[in-house]
């Protein structure tokens, strides 16, 4: 079965940066999107960036755009976001999902990790 686990969360001051890693494991996921959304106490969890398995479409929501990036390693069933100039509004729960079709943007995702903390301080 299809497995997602997230790390490199963690505590960063404002302006900083984190890089999340998300390992795939159970499935080819040739034609999968991947994406990361997130949920801060009291709030709807919402999309953050997405990408293609193959090939190198990428998608973000205008509160990542310019700051966060979002890249993969097909060899290594990984996939990554790095985040830069990180803000306390980005201080939220971080998941790394995967699904089979649909757009990158909804989340009706087919699997979801467990999800890892990010708190930035101001």
């Known amino acids: 079965q299809v497995q997602l686990v997230e790390s490199g969360g963690g505590l960063v001051q404002t302006g900083g940066s984190l890089r999340l890693s998300c390992a795939a494991s159970?499935?080819?996921?040739?034609?999968?999107?991947m994406g990361w959304f997130r949920q801060a106490p009291g709030k709807e969890r919402e999309f953050v960036a997405g990408?293609?398995?193959?090939?190198?479409?990428?998608y973000f929501a205008d509160s990542a755009k310019g700051r966060f990036t979002i890249s993969k390693d097909t060899v290594k069933n990984m996939v990554y976001l790095q985040m830069n100039s990180l803000e306390p509004e980005d201080t939220a729960v971080y998941y790394c999902?995967?699904?089979?079709?649909?757009?990158?943007?909804?989340?009706?995702?087919?699997?979801w990790g467990q999800g890892t903390q990010v708190t930035v301080s101001s």
């Open positions: 990408i293609k398995w193959t090939g190198s479409l990428r």
């Open positions: 159970g499935s080819t996921f040739t034609s999968y999107t």
């Open positions: 999902a995967a699904k089979g079709k649909g757009s990158a943007w909804s989340g009706d995702y087919d699997y």
